[in-house]
């Protein structure tokens, strides 16, 4: 949307028909563009990333990072995340009004970010997503260079931690042209990522199944 836009989350009981099946229902967002890409839930807790468009997006005192990075308020389509910063919010859906702010940071460097998708283990948040900046934060990392035009990112936060103990993994997956996570999963230690790149030097493995970029 070329309009402002807020990211909302809404828990709705399918069992109950009419207005008695919304349970709970909250606007999450600055004055800026504001967008909610992926969730994850554990009990009553929602657990959302995507991107914030502008300073005053809501940040809790525990935040890994709570200085908005990107600049400006976010540019509209086609190149919205130009000037934002990615965003894990935890929500405690039983509680009303800002109780509810359980966790919330900002996530990016000076270049835009976006938080495509997160998945959950115990305390640890797993959020895959792009960046356009060299100055993303990086933690253990596999690559901790910035390749070019954009990259992937898979970053590991403990939301049960506050500031920068909470970064407990966090790298660079591209190359040289624009690459972006757009789905994360894990099987134990081992965090599976997915996406579309751009790069014909994206890394590949000796026993990939195609080492060749096939693309225009």
């Not at 919010?89 to 996530?107: N, P, Q, V």
């Not at 959020?127 to 970053?155: E, H, K, L, R």
């Not at 590991?156 to 757009?182: C, H, I, K, P, V």
Request: aromatic share 12%; net charge negative; hydrophobic share 35%.
């Amino acid at each position: 949307p070329a309009a402002p836009t807020d990211a909302f989350v809404t828990r709705l009981d399918t069992r109950k028909p009419g207005s008695a099946g919304l349970e709970y229902s909250t606007y999450l967002g600055s004055s800026g563009n504001d967008e909610g890409f992926s969730m994850a839930v554990r009990r009553q807790e929602a657990f959302l990333t995507g991107v914030a468009g502008a300073p005053n997006f809501p940040v809790s005192p525990n935040a890994f990072d709570s200085t908005f990075a990107g600049g400006a308020p976010c540019a509209p389509p086609p190149n919205p995340f130009a000037t934002c910063d990615a965003f894990v919010t935890r929500l405690d859906t039983r509680s009303a009004g800002a109780a509810g702010l359980e966790y919330s940071t900002f996530l990016g460097g000076d270049g835009g970010e976006i938080g495509r998708d997160i998945t959950l283990r115990d305390d640890d948040t797993f959020i895959a997503g792009v960046t356009a900046s060299a100055n993303f934060p990086m933690a253990d990392a596999y690559d901790d260079s910035f390749n070019g035009v954009q990259d992937a990112f898979v970053t590991r936060l403990d939301t049960g931690e506050a500031g920068q103990a909470a970064l407990e993994y966090s790298t660079y997956l591209g190359g040289s042209n624009a690459d972006e996570g757009f789905g994360i999963a894990l099987k134990g230690s081992d965090a599976f990522i997915a996406g579309p790149t751009g790069s014909p030097d994206f890394p590949t493995t000796g026993n990939a199944y195609d080492s060749t970029f096939n693309g225009g």
